[in-house]
């Protein structure tokens, strides 16, 4: 024997689903950083790469080796002041100034919109708590009248058998005194 209720069985009951993602969805094209197509997606991977620990590790190590072979005399392509060298640094600093700055932007965009959605949520449950506080308040009123109609109905219902039990011991009584 389950002790399912009758709203369990029935099948008119609609089961009503919550879409716990409703207050972000407006803002989904702010998922990705540069957008989504294969130049955005290589450039946001870039702009992600630049601050990795492999990055540094082998910016550093080919640094060293050009320094290395130009002042070995191994090759003599950017000898000191190694200008090509600057260059280059030069022409990294350029690009990943801009993408970095970039992904930072849309970043504290994507936060903002993120932190919108989570104060509306945060709005739409506090409605939500005050809806289900004054559906509490309202059924605890109502359970408060019906317990003094019912406590008003047991005083009735004690005194009519009071009246009763007086009623028939006059009546016994009555006849008793008749016999």
């Not at 957008?35 to 790469?49: S, V, Y």
């Not at 002042?71 to 600057?86: C, E, H, K, M, S």
């Not at 506080?133 to 003094?148: H, S």
Request: no cysteine; charged share 20%.
């Amino acid at each position: 024997m389950t002790s399912e209720s009758p709203e369990a069985k029935s099948p008119e009951t609609p089961k009503k689903i919550i879409d716990h993602l409703r207050f972000h969805r407006p803002h989904a094209h702010l998922s990705t950083t540069f957008g989504n197509d294969t130049f955005a997606l290589k450039a946001e991977a870039f702009a992600r790469f630049f601050g990795t620990p492999m990055f540094l590790g082998a910016q550093t190590v080919i640094v060293a080796a050009w320094i290395i072979l130009n002042v070995a005399g191994v090759t003599q392509f950017d000898v000191y002041p190694f200008i090509l060298l600057n260059l280059a640094f030069s022409l990294q600093a350029a690009y990943a100034a801009p993408l970095i700055l970039l992904a930072q932007t849309r970043q504290a965009a994507r936060d903002k919109a993120h932190s919108d959605a989570d104060a509306q949520h945060r709005e739409a449950l506090a409605v939500a708590n005050t809806e289900r506080q004054a559906a509490a308040a309202k059924t605890t009123e109502q359970l408060l009248t019906l317990l003094e109609q019912n406590t008003q109905l047991t005083e009735m219902t004690k005194q009519l058998t009071e009246r009763i039990e007086s009623l028939t011991l006059e009546m016994h009584e009555h006849f008793v005194r008749k016999t």
